[in-house]
């Protein structure tokens, strides 16, 4: 099966759930800087997801630029992946209204594991679908961030009940290791 769908697909899929964050932020009926505070842990939740979810969506499209074609396990793996993606608005918004008390802020760190186990499983189907041998195999190695961060968020639900801002920092964290794009399938594809 060629790619194509399953990319213009996913695209569509990630808008629809950065427009739908985006909706949470409710505009203040008062026209003053004061009637923003309030917003604040509403926009540094969207801000958090945003940045994830943008990340999710870069990685994504340099994974399929080593992709020559899909199959029907990548097409489930890919849509198990979305599924977690969609549930990013829910927990964004719930952690964001209850200015990050605890258990939104560990539902938020299931939802962002979840995501990161899925991802994890769509690059290992193509992996398999492509050959151990394959560019994408190889580009892919060992994919210690990857491996990192699904630890750092098994960590964070936990820590979420205890200390729920430091699960925060720790999101952020994992948020920053991945916005420098993964440059292993570019040095792949360009040797």
Not at 37 to 52: A, D, E, G, K, M
Not at 83 to 109: K, R
Not at 154 to 171: G, Q, S
Request: one cysteine or more; hydrophobic letters at 55%; glycine letters at 4%.
């Amino acid at each position: 099966m060629v790619k194509g769908r399953l990319e213009a697909f996913s695209d569509g899929v990630i808008a629809i759930i950065i427009t739908i964050m985006v909706l949470e932020l409710k505009i203040p009926h008062e026209s003053d800087l004061a009637a923003l505070r309030p917003l604040i842990p509403t926009f540094l939740s969207y801000v958090l997801s945003f940045v994830h979810v943008g990340i999710y969506w870069n990685n994504h499209h340099h994974l399929f630029q080593a992709v020559r074609h899909v199959n029907g396990s990548t097409l489930w793996a890919n849509l198990h992946l979305l599924f977690w993606l969609s549930l990013f608005p829910f927990v964004t918004a719930w952690m964001g209204e209850n200015q990050f008390a605890a258990l939104p802020v560990a539902l938020y760190g299931v939802v962002l594991l979840l995501a990161a186990i899925a991802y994890f499983t769509l690059t290992r189907t193509l992996a398999f679908h492509h050959g151990q041998d394959s560019t994408l195999a190889t580009a892919l190695g060992r994919n210690f961030k990857g491996k990192l961060s699904v630890l750092t968020y098994a960590v964070t639900i936990p820590l979420a009940f205890a200390i729920p801002w430091l699960a925060c920092a720790l999101y952020v964290l994992v948020a920053v290791l991945w916005l420098i794009p993964d440059r292993r399938i570019e040095k792949a594809l360009n040797s």
